[in-house]
């Protein structure tokens, strides 16, 4: 039942922001992702229980970050990660797989041993015209 009394409308998560800069002594800048992003800008109503950031311009997990989150987790009853950083977990792990995909479809003979596997291309040496010229294979 407590989960439920801690979790933040659009009202709380704006307040909580505020309650945030207030505390900092100097600006910060976040990238807000997922239903926190959405709720803050009314286009959910559902509540959540804490605040998505994908990215800021100084790492809110080293001071002072830290004892000012837990201080505005005490005083407005919020779990002590009301605003963290783990969807960055997610993202960088996806970002780095579609890199690391993209590297290997990048590589010119992966990619053309790939289109001989399924049979896009002859086995024989033949000559792909491409941009930005012509490749012999």
């Known amino acids: 039942m407590g989960e439920i009394l801690n979790r933040m409308n659009q009202e709380k998560m704006i307040k909580m922001l505020e309650a945030f800069d207030q505390e900092l002594n100097r600006p910060l800048r976040l990238i807000i992702k997922g239903a926190s ?20 311009s100084e790492d809110i997990n080293k ?19 009301w605003i963290n950083e783990r969807a960055k977990i997610t993202f960088d792990y996806v970002i780095s797989r579609i890199l690391s995909l993209y590297r290997e479809i990048l590589n010119i003979s992966n990619l053309i041993s790939y289109l001989k596997q399924i049979r896009l291309l002859p086995n024989s040496p033949s000559m792909i015209i491409s941009v930005p010229g012509i490749f012999r294979i």
Do not use: C, F, M, W
Request: aromatic share 6%; no cysteine; net charge negative.
């Open 37 to 56: 992003a959405l709720i803050i800008n009314g286009a959910i109503t559902r509540p959540s229980k804490d605040i998505d950031v994908l990215g800021a």
């Open 63 to 81: 001071d002072p970050y830290p004892k000012i989150i837990e201080k505005i987790a005490r005083e407005y009853s919020l779990d002590h990660q």
